[in-house]
């Protein structure tokens, strides 16, 4: 057997990882000039910034499990949740949520009763919603719905607007009017349909529940976790700078085009939608609609200040703040505004030299196309001057690190997981095609590294038919 592997992040180097242990012989092909996408680190001067994801979600098992096999153990940390607290960017002040939320719903009653970031409105919808379980069970839409009317129902307006949105936002970039909320809260969506009220569904499930960091990361930065799957592969096997521009399936073999032409037994595609759209619409018409999917860009702004510069600052406790952007179109267009910012070394102390603060700054949704071509030191002065505005007036950084990801998020629009049946049904009707990546189950690394291994698993042993 012969694997093509058309796309090298972590999706698709889990994959090429998984057929090398096996000994299946492949080629992984990446257009770009290295592997990893958009997991890279940045180690500079004792400080390890990391130029897309920073963590993994802990309950997720699957990057852990793959760090351990990588005999990354002694690598692997937790996030500082004793220090743990995200603000709310309210009326140009921060303003922290509650403690004891999760997502926007809470688990404790004195944190949500006593916080200036609700209105009394707001707290008698949180105080109401227990006592409307039967109502809320038997309103449940036999079809998908959007976040926003999902949160809706449970506590209006206000809470959607002023922490489900940019929570959501801060995690896919994305509009919570458009956003699926089985797509993308099936966790939730699990509550309301079994208990109705998501405040007594989440009082009953973390009665005696052992509570674990949120969030999981690797000491040496995340392209470790990269750089030990590419070891893995034989050197052969790796193309880079290799575009992938067209794919046949033809007497039972799958023939790859670039500046080549090879012949393979089953091919993995990891690529982001546009491109995949592009490979496998001239195959059949139906990839054209069904790997049609709006997509966010994000522009990561790390500035990292030294010991004797930091000593100025006065940076508040916790894990950093969320911007609820602008609801007018106008607005939004016309005024790049920050999405959040992580006050790095409170999440992950071990990330910054001691007595250094690092702040990483994001421009995403309507936000980061305004600036994907400007200067870096255009990015780094928006950033700065927001950033002061909010967090007192900030020194010049001892350095920055930018990086742009263009439509780096795919949205997952209501109606995604009806949409990823049909096209399950089609990929089934080319025998050896897999296809990975963030436009399908999941954008977090677990969720990637799990597609990544069991598509390589689903090539070396395929299920029969029917």
Not at 29 to 36: C, D, M, V
Not at 175 to 187: F, G, N
Not at 308 to 319: D, M, T, V
Request: hydrophobic share 45%; proline share 7%; charged share 25%.
């Amino acid at each position: 057997m012969r694997v093509a592997v058309i796309g090298g992040g972590i999706a698709g180097v889990s994959a090429a990882h998984e057929l090398a242990q096996s000994g299946i012989e492949f080629v992984l092909y990446e257009a770009s000039g290295r592997l990893g996408g958009i997991v890279e680190t940045v180690c500079r001067d004792g400080f390890v910034i990391e130029c897309g994801p920073d963590s993994w979600v802990t309950e997720k098992p699957w990057a852990r499990e793959l760090a351990v096999e990588l005999g990354l153990e002694d690598e692997i940390v937790a996030s500082n949740d004793h220090w743990r607290k995200t603000y709310i960017v309210r009326g140009g002040e921060l303003v922290a949520m509650p403690d004891g939320m999760r997502m926007m719903v809470p688990t404790q009653w004195e944190p949500v009763l006593s916080s200036p970031l609700f209105s009394k409105e707001a707290q008698q919808a949180y105080l109401r919603e227990p006592e409307r379980a039967e109502e809320l069970k038997t309103a449940v839409p036999e079809s998908d719905e959007s976040v926003a009317s999902f949160v809706r129902r449970h506590f209006g307006d206000e809470v959607t607007d002023t922490i489900g949105a940019p929570l959501l936002a801060g995690v896919f970039g994305g509009d919570v009017d458009e956003l699926s909320v089985r797509a993308v809260m099936p966790a939730f969506v699990k509550m309301e349909r079994e208990h109705g009220s998501l405040i007594a569904a989440l009082e009953k499930s973390s009665r005696g529940a052992q509570s674990a960091s949120i969030f999981t990361t690797l000491k040496s930065g995340l392209q470790t976790l990269i750089d030990r799957m590419v070891a893995t592969l034989p050197a052969s096997s790796i193309r880079l700078r290799k575009s992938v521009q067209k794919i046949e399936f033809k007497g039972g073999k799958w023939c790859i085009f670039g500046p080549f032409a090879e012949e393979f037994d089953a091919v993995v595609v990891a690529t982001p939608a546009d491109v995949t759209r592009g490979l496998l619409s001239p195959m059949d018409p139906a990839f054209d609609q069904l790997l049609a999917m709006d997509a966010s860009s994000a522009i990561v702004v790390a500035l990292a200040f030294a010991p004797e510069i930091a000593k100025s600052l006065r940076i508040p406790p916790g894990f950093g703040f969320l911007a609820p952007q602008s609801r007018s179109a106008a607005e939004r267009s016309s005024v790049p505004s920050l999405l959040a910012c992580t006050f790095v070394d409170q999440k992950f102390s071990h990330r910054v030299p001691e007595g250094g603060v690092l702040l990483r700054a994001f421009f995403g949704g309507a936000s980061a196309p305004l600036l994907l071509d400007s200067p870096d030191d255009e990015v780094t002065g928006l950033a700065l001057r927001q950033l002061s505005s909010l967090l007192g007036q900030l020194p010049e950084p001892s350095f920055t690190v930018v990086r742009r990801w263009p439509r780096s998020l795919p949205q997952y629009a209501v109606g995604h997981l009806e949409r990823m049946a049909r096209l399950e049904e089609r990929v089934r009707a080319l025998p050896g095609l897999e296809l990975i990546g963030n436009a399908y189950y999941g954008v977090g690394l677990p969720d990637l590294v799990r597609q990544g291994r069991e598509a390589a698993r689903r090539v070396i042993s395929p299920l029969p038919p029917g």
